[in-house]
Nanobody, 123 residues
Framework: QVQLGESGGGLVQAGGSLRLSCAEASGRSLSAMAWFRQAPGKEREFVAAITWSGSTTDYANSVKGRFTIFRENAKNTYYLQMTDLKPEDTAVYYC?????????????????WGQGTQVTVSS
């Protein structure tokens, strides 16, 4: 069973940066991975995704140019580097993994989820 755990969330001022990490704890190899987020009172939304090789990435328009998704397969860990953070980025961020290597923006496409980490951006 794949076990995902996020870390790196916190409180940051607008314009600041944070790096989120998602590690797979059971030692199983990961395939396509993604980050989603859910703001208070809103539905969960896609943020970014990456293939196992790292050769393909995809970003939501709202974060393109500010966020970078990347991975270290040797550590079975992948990351979301967030820069120029805005108050509207405030949300619980979730990492997700799927059994196939194709990235997707759809929640239902992902088989495994972490518990989430809170990111709060103050204005």
């Amino acid at each position: 069973q794949v076990q995902l755990g996020e870390s790196g969330g916190g409180l940051v001022q607008a314009g600041g940066s944070l790096r989120l990490s998602c590690a797979e704890a059971s030692g199983r190899s990961l395939s396509a991975m993604a980050w989603f987020r859910q703001a208070p009172g809103k539905e969960r939304e896609f943020v970014a995704a990456i293939t196992w090789s790292g050769s393909t990435t995809d970003y939501a328009n709202s974060v393109k140019g500010r966020f970078t998704i990347f991975r270290e397969n040797a550590k079975n860990t992948y990351y979301l580097q967030m820069t120029d953070l805005k108050p509207e980025d405030t949300a619980v961020y979730y990492c997700a993994a799927r059994r196939t290597t194709i990235v997707s923006r759809a929640e239902y496409a992902y088989d495994y989820w972490g518990q989430g980490t809170q990111v709060t951006v103050s204005s």
